[in-house]
Each structure stands twice: as structure tokens, then as C-alpha cells.
T-cell receptor, first 117, second 111 residues
Framework: GAVVSQHPSWVICKSGTSVKIECRSL??????MFWYRQFPKQSLMLMAT?????????EQGVEKDKFLINHASLTLSTLTVTSAHPEDSSFYIC?????????????FGPGTRLTVL | DAKTTQPTSMDCAEGRAANLPCNHS???????VYWYRQIHSQGPQYIIH???NNETNEMASLIITEDRKSSTLILPHATLRDTAVYYC????????????FGPGTRLSVLP
């Protein structure tokens, strides 16, 4: 398998502040990482695709100026929620793409639970 | 939109085999079938994937019908820790294509 970590695992912040979430592939290099959001009792929704060394590609309806993504190395991508509001409270999950055996698989991090007061 | 349909929920007795079905009638020739599961408040965990041949690993077996329009994930001896939401996903192997998650099947393993 492959290991992906996220930090922090949970965070509580005040409305209007910014929060940075880190996603790391620990034992493999990932040129592509993905960021998802999951609201209670719902499935994962893709927010953006993060490619190392280039700008992220955002899904329709996701504000790129609010959710800043940086993928500066082959093992690290960060998601910054800027000027967070209570409606941004959610479970944020990243995944990293690993190529093996001729196919690719995404391995997911444990998630970060964000609560905005 | 997800390209798969799965039952909303299933129960399984502990120690018995859990058979989770998935329909993907519009699957195309270059699309793989992937299975992930998500235990409450955790990130999804990769289980297995295949193209057309049956696959087995230490976690599960994947049985794909000959016409590839459906598949079954088999957990041979379910334990309480297998209680989770199981997602069946089809996608091509094109570089960069993401995974589209449907609602999945909520499997409850009962003692």
C-alpha cells in the first residue's frame, strides 16, 4: 500500500481566519494530489486537482480564491481555506496518486475536520 | 455523476462472507472497477481494483462478470471492523482522471 498523512486532523477556528491543511505522501512521490470535501451523511465531493509545480484545477462551483492550493513538492500539497465561515465547516480529505503495476491508484489521507465558529 | 449503482445498505453476520454488488452497465472498455471503503470519520481506504479478470488480495476478492456490466466485492470472513461505507467506482486509467464517489453501500457487520 501507500501512506498519506494529513495535518492537522482537526481544527477549530474563528470566522474570518485562514486555515492551512497539509497533505503528505509519506512513502511515494505524487505528481498529482486531489482535495475532497465531505459534509455529514454525504459522499466525497472533489474540490480540486493539484499538480506539482503548476496551478491547481478547480471543480465547478469551487472558489479558487477562497481555497488556495499549493503543490510545491512531490510529497506535499497544502489547502488553505481563506476567510473561513461556518458554512466551510466540513471534513476535508486529500488523496495522492500512485502509479504501480501499470495502473494508478489514489491513496487517501485520514481527513481533517474543520469547524468554523 | 457516478457511473455505478449500489444498494444503499446491507447487513452481514460476523464471520460470514459479505458480498457487495455493483452495477456499472455503461462501463466502457478502458474503464477499471475500483473499490474503496470509508470507516466513520476516516479517509477512504483502497481495497482492490480490476479491469476484466477476477482479482484477489489480502483484503478481498473482486468478481467481474464476463460482460463487465456488474461486479461483486467479497469480504470472505467479515469482522465488526469491516463495518463501513463501500464505494464502487469506475474510471479510465487516463492520467489525472479523478474518482467520482457515489453514495456507496453502508455495510453493517452484526455480531
Amino acid at each position: 500500500g501507500a501512506v498519506v498523512s494529513q495535518h492537522p486532523s482537526w481544527v477549530i477556528c474563528k470566522s474570518g481566519t485562514s486555515v492551512k491543511i497539509e497533505c503528505r505522501s509519506l512513502d511515494f512521490q505524487a505528481t498529482t494530489m486531489f482535495w475532497y470535501r465531505q459534509f455529514p451523511k454525504q459522499s466525497l465531493m472533489l474540490m480540486a486537482t493539484s499538480n506539482e509545480g503548476s496551478k491547481a484545477t478547480y471543480e465547478q462551483g469551487v472558489e479558487k480564491d477562497k481555497f488556495l492550493i499549493n503543490h510545491a513538492s512531490l510529497t506535499l500539497s497544502t489547502l488553505t481555506v481563506t476567510s473561513a465561515h461556518p458554512e466551510d465547516s466540513s471534513f476535508y480529505i486529500c488523496s495522492a496518486r500512485k502509479l504501480a503495476g501499470g495502473t494508478d491508484t489514489q491513496y487517501f489521507g485520514p481527513g481533517t475536520r474543520l469547524t468554523v465558529l | 455523476d457516478a457511473k455505478t449503482t449500489q444498494p444503499t445498505s446491507m447487513d452481514c453476520a460476523e464471520g460470514r462472507a459479505a458480498n457487495l454488488p455493483c452495477n456499472h452497465s455503461t462501463i466502457s472498455g478502458n474503464e477499471y472497477v475500483y473499490w474503496y471503503r470509508q470507516i466513520h470519520s476516516q479517509g477512504p481506504q483502497y481495497i482492490i481494483h480490476g479491469l476484466k479478470n477476477n482479482e484477489t488480495n489480502e483484503m478481498a476478492s473482486l468478481i467481474i462478470t464476463e460482460d463487465r456490466k456488474s461486479s461483486t466485492l467479497i469480504l470472505p470472513h467479515a469482522t465488526l471492523r469491516d463495518t463501513a461505507v463501500y464505494y464502487c467506482i469506475v474510471r479510465t486509467d487516463n492520467y489525472g482522471q479523478n474518482f467520482v464517489f457515489g453514495p456507496g453501500t453502508r455495510l453493517s457487520v452484526l455480531p
